[in-house]
């Protein structure tokens, strides 16, 4: 898969994250008042970037930015990959009825592969065990829609050991898709060429993990 480059149009989102970085930090160490009002403005600033080149409103972004505490750090989503002759497990999402690898945000308190196993258990009814890293991706640099915040997206190989096809109260349908039969993507959650650059991984024990 060849490396994805942040096109200029979107180079406002980079900056207004920046931005948010710089002000929270500056939010959690600063001492001097008229030193937290400043990054209290350029937060207010950071949000007004993204209202005016998305579809979040400005106060919906400074809700979000109240609910960040300390230093700013990127975000992580865990995907789980299960591979099954020649085919991918993909789950189909409610909110947007459009297919997607199991997993999600991580949650406070599990390792990552904890996070996988319970994500792909609560998904798509499957029993797993983690194989390896296949690849860790920067959300940024690969054509998601457009996020507030930064996210660091794990995907780790798991073999099923149990359990059965059910769905959840977030995915309506679980099956395993084809290379070259992927059905609608929810392009949120994982993009085309990032599905391609999984199936390198199928029977390739050797192959490095991918990493931006």
Same mark, same amino acid.
């Given at each position: 898969?060849?490396?994805?480059?942040?096109?200029? $149009?979107?180079?406002w989102?980079?900056?207004?994250?920046?931005?948010?970085? %710089?002000s929270?930090?500056?939010?959690t160490?600063?001492? !001097?008042?008229?030193?937290? *009002?400043?990054?209290?403005?350029l937060?207010?600033? +950071?949000?007004?970037?993204?209202?005016? @080149?998305s579809?979040?409103?400005?106060? +919906?972004?400074?809700?979000l930015?109240?609910q960040?505490?300390g230093?700013?750090t990127?975000?992580?989503?865990?995907? &789980?990959?299960?591979?099954?002759? &020649?085919?991918?497990l #993909?789950?189909?999402?409610?909110?947007?009825g459009?297919?997607t #690898?199991p997993?999600?945000?991580?949650?406070?308190?599990? +390792?990552?592969?904890?996070?996988v196993?319970?994500?792909?258990?609560?998904?798509? &009814?499957y029993? $797993?065990?983690?194989?390896?890293?296949?690849?860790?991706?920067?959300?940024?640099?690969?054509? @998601?829609?457009?996020?507030?915040?930064?996210y660091y997206?794990l995907? %780790?190989?798991?073999?099923?050991?149990g &359990?059965?096809?059910s769905?959840s109260?977030?995915?309506?349908?679980?099956?395993f898709?084809?290379r070259?039969?992927?059905p609608?993507?929810?392009? *949120?959650?994982?993009t085309?060429? /990032?599905v !391609?650059?999984?199936? /390198?991984y199928?029977?390739?024990?050797?192959l490095?993990?991918w990493? !931006?």
């Amino acid at each position: 898969m060849a490396e994805y480059k942040t096109p200029a $149009t979107m180079k406002w989102l980079q900056w207004a994250q920046q931005i948010q970085s %710089i002000s929270q930090a500056g939010l959690t160490y600063a001492k !001097d008042p008229f030193d937290k *009002g400043r990054y209290e403005e350029l937060l207010q600033l +950071s949000a007004e970037i993204i209202e005016q @080149h998305s579809e979040h409103e400005m106060q +919906s972004v400074l809700q979000l930015y109240t609910q960040e505490k300390g230093y700013q750090t990127p975000k992580v989503d865990v995907r &789980g990959v299960v591979f099954h002759e &020649g085919q991918i497990l #993909l789950v189909k999402e409610r909110s947007d009825g459009r297919w997607t #690898l199991p997993g999600g945000y991580c949650d406070i308190g599990y +390792s990552p592969k904890e996070n996988v196993v319970k994500e792909l258990y609560e998904e798509s &009814g499957y029993e $797993t065990v983690p194989v390896r890293l296949l690849a860790v991706l920067d959300k940024f640099k690969h054509p @998601h829609p457009a996020e507030i915040f930064q996210y660091y997206k794990l995907f %780790i190989e798991c073999e099923i050991v149990g &359990g059965n096809p059910s769905t959840s109260m977030e995915t309506s349908d679980v099956q395993f898709f084809s290379r070259h039969e992927l059905p609608p993507l929810s392009l *949120g959650r994982v993009t085309p060429s /990032q599905v !391609d650059l999984l199936f /390198q991984y199928e029977n390739a024990p050797n192959l490095a993990t991918w990493i !931006d």
